[in-house]
């Protein structure tokens, strides 16, 4: 017993010790001098490029079947394809069936990713603009006018995914939660989209397709005057500028998805096979390859516009199932070899593959200077518009326009076949007002359910959680 | 310890009492008085899109439902139609305004109404529009406001001297613009015009006839032009009028052009080699 108190007495001694010299803050806080931290990390514009890389890092997202991880752009499709009328679940199984029967809910899982993963994103690119005063004078403009064009295009997917959005223009802490959790109007996150992207402009060259550039930021400013229904001779402007900077289309189809950051890629977010920076959609897009069943299986709707409408496209578009006939996959972006469609692929791992995702190219651009030149109305024969229509459809095997007149119509139905697969329809249809009359007959005919309200997502109901109901849930969900 | 025990057996017994008095309570209060009320009333709303298409698509609205909180709908067309869906479409008769009311309501049979009046209009197809030319005759007085040189309207002293005016000869009026042969004079205006339109510009030229000369008039890209150099790097189309055989018949001069991706441009003139004449400028849409 009396060694014991001994003990204690030296134990105490000990603790005081330690409290003492813990009063000094190295002792709490040292800097770490091997590794790198916030609070020192940007001294030199070495340090800004890994901070602008990571940007990408982010967008690129992370090859898992985890849930928790952020898998950003590789579950797009999810959200925007199969919830048009271009592709479905193939088993109609878990939440990943909620997109095409319209009855997300907001505890679907995808939505949630999507969502962190491009605020994440934004996050990124605003700690690059926090740190630009390490940047030197001579290549400051470049560096902010990547970190903003990756801003911009992250709130333009989120912006007309889900709505109304808080504004994060800085790099937040946990404890600002009324930024965090206040949504500003639409209005308000377009302006930001169209400074940041003037500036991108202003600042880039086109010196690297998978990196933001001068034509990807002129062709997405454009996008976001057409979205808004607005400012179409500089949206026409922009597609001229973007159309005069040396892209050309691929004269064979296949080869805009078969040969990476080939003349008509403007913006990729580029794969490396069997590696860290490899995809898993591809994978996920083929019968039980992936996590899933298959998903992003095409709709017969689309296949029945491919036929009537895709020219030589339509081979290189979508192809039988061979494990399942009755079924038919997507033939962009295939993680595999085939022989028939003489397709190669040099993956050893199909749900690591290397195929990079296509954001902008040249023949969306032809397309949305079209729609500038039709400028809201419901044709155009304007010579201009009919040279970039005769463009893409040559290069489909097709003849130009046949009576000279480019109906709202036909440019819809050429953007469907032309882009399918490539996250565009759904967009478009609600760009061209046809959104509810299209999609509501397609969930009649598929037996889904579709409301008007279902064409913004739900807020991830996990961010309305952890606002402690701050955050408000868009119309039609609970 | 007899005590303890005496509590204990009393305690549910009071408790018992309580609540069964409690119940009573409850039963003989009149219905709904304690009832919770609706804490999620329903709340109408809707929003509508016209038709966009060819022929009479104009007519068809798109109605899309905002309700909160509701199960069941009604919609009331101005004209006695009615529907049940959430999410209706209604072809109108025809232009003019009309009353839609969505009346909202949940199982509990609480209602809410929403009404808005819809004016429904045939878009019209915008014609180009047609740009004034002012003192297109450089004639004095000839401004809006009844004021102006014949020129004043051509000033643009970042790419050159400004004109002159002569009497004689002219093709309209009774003053034309003259370029005397140092060629250091230019005219220049900015005219507001539709995009991807097409326009014919006419005008009148003549060239004395001493020196071999030339008289230009370009059709630029954009405004606000204040070098000469880059102004004329940015010509749509323009057209060199060298026809020297008389000093005092003006040549009429058409030049036809398409805007493209311009909402702006401009109209410069230069002469070269000798002095130059020009008068009456009109333009018309195609």
Redo the contacts between chains.
């Keep these: 017993m009396k060694n014991i108190t001994k003990h204690i007495k030296k134990l105490n001694i000990l603790i005081i010790a330690i409290t003492l010299f813990s009063c000094s803050e190295d002792f709490l806080s040292p800097a770490p001098t091997s590794a790198l931290n916030a609070a020192t990390f940007f001294e030199t514009e070495a340090d800004l490029e890994a901070a602008l890389v990571n940007m990408y890092d982010g967008i690129q997202g992370v090859n898992s079947t985890q849930s928790n991880d952020n898998h950003a752009i590789q579950v797009e499709f999810y959200l925007t394809e199969m919830r048009s009328d271009n592709t479905r679940t193939k088993s109609s199984e878990g939440e990943a069936a909620q997109f095409e029967s319209y009855s997300i809910e907001s505890t679907n899982g995808i939505v949630d990713d999507y969502y962190r993963s491009f605020y994440n994103v934004i996050f990124r690119a605003n700690t690059v603009l926090a740190h630009l005063d390490v940047a030197t004078s001579e290549n400051l403009a470049k560096i902010e006018g990547e970190a903003k064009f990756i801003r911009a295009y992250a709130y333009f997917n989120l912006v007309r995914l889900y709505g109304d959005l808080p504004l994060v223009t800085s790099v937040i802490s946990p404890v600002d939660t009324d930024i965090q959790f206040t949504r500003v109007a639409t209005s308000t996150i377009y302006d930001l989209i169209e400074t940041d992207l003037s500036t991108a402009i202003g600042g880039l060259d086109n010196s690297s397709k998978l990196r933001g550039s001068k034509a990807a930021a002129q062709a997405l400013l454009a996008k976001v005057y057409l979205t808004q229904g607005a400012n179409y001779t500089e949206a026409q402007q922009l597609c001229e500028a973007a159309m005069g900077s040396g892209f050309t289309l691929e004269p064979n189809f296949k080869d805009v998805f078969y040969s990476e950051l080939n003349n008509e890629i403007i913006f990729a977010i580029g794969y490396q096979e069997d590696s860290d920076d490899s995809q898993n959609f591809s994978a996920e897009w083929l019968n039980a390859v992936g996590r899933t069943s298959g998903v992003n299986y095409t709709t017969s709707d689309v296949r029945t516009a491919l036929d009537a409408l895709g020219g030589n496209r339509t081979l290189y578009s979508y192809r039988v199932d061979t494990d399942q006939p009755t079924q038919f996959q997507v033939v962009k972006y295939l993680p595999e070899d085939d022989d028939a469609l003489g397709i190669t692929s040099n993956v050893t791992d199909r749900t690591k593959a290397g195929n990079d995702w296509i954001v902008l190219r040249y023949a969306d651009v032809l397309l949305m200077h079209v729609e500038a030149i039709m400028a809201g109305g419901n044709d155009t024969s304007v010579q201009a518009a009919l040279d970039s229509f005769e463009l893409v459809r040559l290069r489909a095997g097709l003849t130009a326009d046949a009576d000279g007149t480019i109906t709202k119509q036909e440019l819809l139905d050429e953007r469907r076949v032309e882009l399918a697969f490539e996250n565009h329809r759904l967009f478009d249809l609600i760009r061209f007002g046809e959104a509810q009359n299209i999609l509501s007959a397609f969930s009649t005919a598929t037996g889904g359910s579709f409301n008007a309200t279902d064409l913004l997502l739900p807020i991830p109901q996990r961010e309305i959680n952890l606002s402690l109901g701050q955050l408000t849930q868009n119309q039609g969900y609970n | 310890m007899k005590n303890k025990f005496k509590n204990i057996i009393w305690l549910p017994v009071f408790a018992l009492l309580a609540f069964t008095i409690q119940s009573c309570e409850d039963q003989f209060e009149p219905a709904g008085a304690n009832s919770k009320a609706d804490e999620t009333p329903p709340m109408a709303?809707f929003?509508y899109?016209q038709?966009?298409?060819?022929g009479e698509v104009w007519k068809d609205y798109?109605?899309?439902?905002?309700?909160?909180s509701a199960t069941t709908y009604v919609w009331e067309f101005e004209g006695g139609a009615t529907s049940s869906d959430?999410?209706p479409?209604f072809t109108f008769p025809g232009e003019g305004l009309f009353m839609v009311t969505l009346t909202a309501s949940d199982a509990l049979g609480v209602d809410s109404v929403f009404s808005e009046t819809i004016e429904v209009v045939e878009p019209e197809?915008p014609n180009a529009i047609v740009p004034e030319i002012l003192e297109p005759s450089f004639e004095d007085n000839s401004l809006a406001d009844g004021s102006g040189d014949g020129r004043d309207s051509w000033r643009n002293s970042a790419l050159g001297g400004v004109i002159q005016i002569t009497s004689s000869p002219v093709q309209n009026g009774s003053q034309a613009a003259k370029f005397p042969s140092a060629a250091d004079r230019i005219a220049y205006q900015e005219l507001t015009v539709s995009?991807?339109s097409d326009y014919i510009l006419t005008y009148y030229y003549t060239l004395k006839t001493n020196n071999s000369g030339s008289v230009t008039v370009s059709v630029l890209a954009e405004g606000g032009h204040a070098d000469l150099a880059s102004a004329l790097a940015a010509k749509i189309v323009d057209f060199e009028g060298s026809d020297q055989t008389s000093s005092s018949d003006y040549v009429q001069v058409n030049i036809p052009f398409?805007t493209?991706?311009?909402?702006v441009i401009s109209i410069l003139i230069t002469n070269q080699g000798e002095e130059a004449r020009v008068d009456n400028f009109s333009i018309a849409a195609q």
């Design positions: 709303s929003s899109s038709g966009q298409g060819d798109s109605f899309a439902n905002l309700s909160t959430v999410d479409t197809i995009p991807n398409n493209g991706a311009q909402s």
